[in-house]
């Protein structure tokens, strides 16, 4: 495995490399969410907040994300719970589109979960209305498994300002995904979610630094064995925002 991540490091400076006279995004994010659902789990069924900060150089992004407990009710309130990096590749083609990167959760405050991480890929359509995408994701470190997802998206931008989607997937994952993250041991579709969110970018000199997205989400565990662990939390329904700031820099002569 640490040849692998040392593989990535590479791949990144080698992409510095050759980018380095081009020009650079910087941006900063900060998220409220009302229950904290992945993949159908409910991780926290109240209040958190999202942070992040990334930087993009032409088609490579660096992410660092964190998840901080609002509530006291996982006896973690005000404490970060989730430290996140993320190293992502993205191409846009004409009618197509392509993101792999590298995954790495990190749960800090002994929560149980160990450190661990997941290479993915996102495979997609690039059109104007209905898009259709894949996801898969392999977990290579704690786990040695996988989770993949069929998704399908509704949009619509009005004036290159407002951009209002509806989103619907469909999870899967292997036997050894399932038993680490869900504590059942089985393969087997893991949720049904739906997002509904609404992007805007500010108007005017505001939208080349700032953007604003609020969203609706409901998502069921789809197997009785899945559902039976979480008891009554199966099914959830959250909501939240994110305002998003990013500037250009200049590259290097």
Known sequence: MKYKVKMLAGILLLALTIHSAAPAMIGADVGYKSKYVWRGIPFNSQSVLWPDVWINWNEITLTGFWS???????????????????????HTFKHASLSIGYYHFNFPNDQGFP?????????GTNLKVVNLTLSNYFDCIAVSGYWFSPSIAFSHT???????SLSFSVGYGSKKHNRFWMGVSK??????????????????????????SADANIAKLLDEDFADAYKDKDFNFWAGFYINTYFGVKGGE
């Open 115 to 123: 450190s661990t991480g997941e290479f993915y890929t996102n495979i």
């Open 158 to 164: 009005f004036k290159e300002l407002f951009t209002p």
């Open 68 to 90: 901080m407990d609002l509530t006291d009710t996982n006896g973690y309130q005000g404490k970060i719970t989730e430290f996140d990096v993320i190293l992502d590749y993205s």
């Open 187 to 212: 393969s087997g579709f893991t949720d049904f979610t739906s997002k509904l969110n609404l992007a805007l970018v500010m108007p005017g000199n505001a939208g080349k630094y700032m953007s604003i």
